[in-house]
């Protein structure tokens, strides 16, 4: 079975806290993704990366930062949390290519106080 | 760039009845595919299923199909036979070649299965 991890459920912060969340897939897959789910909005992509060391900018980059170091490993890292990044972060993984489908975390729901 | 569409923020459907979720979506690139997700309250991403963009024939999986119209670049998921457990959100995404692998989505429909 696919599994991937997320290594908090909740997180509450402060604000201007350096903020990292943890995803680690365990399927040997190139692609992994970091999204972030708040209602009428749907997923909105932040980063993704195809490959270690690679990253690519996704919708709403603003305000984040990703590292890939490890091909198991993509890490979401929020430089200086605000309390509009207050959301659910969910990361995903899958094979690069176009016809597999994406597996996901069980999400981290991130409060910014 | 690429773009999906979901325009019924909500809808309500009775058991037993079928029901059709819109989605359309927009991309240059020729071979893409095109997924539905279903998130139930729990919160888990369930995949439901695939279509890709040189399949001649829609996409089926039991209770689900895909109605394909690549010339209006639509991809609606018909969930057929509604039961309770069917009420949930549900996400169009897309993913094309030469992308990076890139996946996006739509904003989600919330579907209510009335008894």
């Known amino acids: 079975d696919v599994k991937v991890t997320q290594s908090s459920r909740y997180l509450v912060k402060r604000t201007g806290e350096k903020v990292f969340l943890e995803c680690v897939q365990d399927?040997?897959?190139?692609?992994m993704f970091w999204y972030r789910q708040d209602p009428g909005l749907g997923l909105r992509l932040i980063y993704f990366s195809y490959d270690v060391k690679m990253k690519e900018k996704g919708d709403i980059p603003e305000g984040y930062s990703v590292s890939r170091e490890k091909k198991e490993r993509f890490s979401l890292i929020l430089e200086s949390a605000s309390t509009n990044q207050t959301s659910m972060y969910l990361c995903?993984?899958?094979?690069?290519?176009?016809?597999?489908?994406?597996?996901f975390g069980q999400g981290t729901r991130l409060t910014v106080v | 760039a690429q773009k999906i569409t979901q325009t019924q923020p909500g809808m309500f459907v009775q058991e037993k009845e079928a029901v059709t979720l819109d989605c359309t979506y927009d991309t240059s690139d020729q071979s893409y595919g095109l997924f539905w997700y279903k998130q139930p309250s729990s919160g888990e991403m369930i995949f439901l299923i695939y279509q890709g963009s040189y399949d001649e024939q829609n996409a089926t999986e039991g209770r689900y199909s895909l109605n394909f119209q690549k010339a209006r670049k639509s991809a609606n998921l018909v969930i057929s036979a509604s039961q309770l457990g069917d009420s949930a959100m549900y996400f169009c995404?897309?993913?094309?070649?030469?992308?990076?692998?890139?996946?996006?989505f739509g904003q989600g429909t919330e579907l209510s299965v009335k008894p």
């Open positions: 995404a897309m993913r094309a070649n030469n992308q990076g692998g890139k996946l996006i």
């Open positions: 995903a993984s899958s094979l690069l290519t176009v016809n597999t489908e994406a597996f």
């Open positions: 399927m040997d897959h190139e692609n």
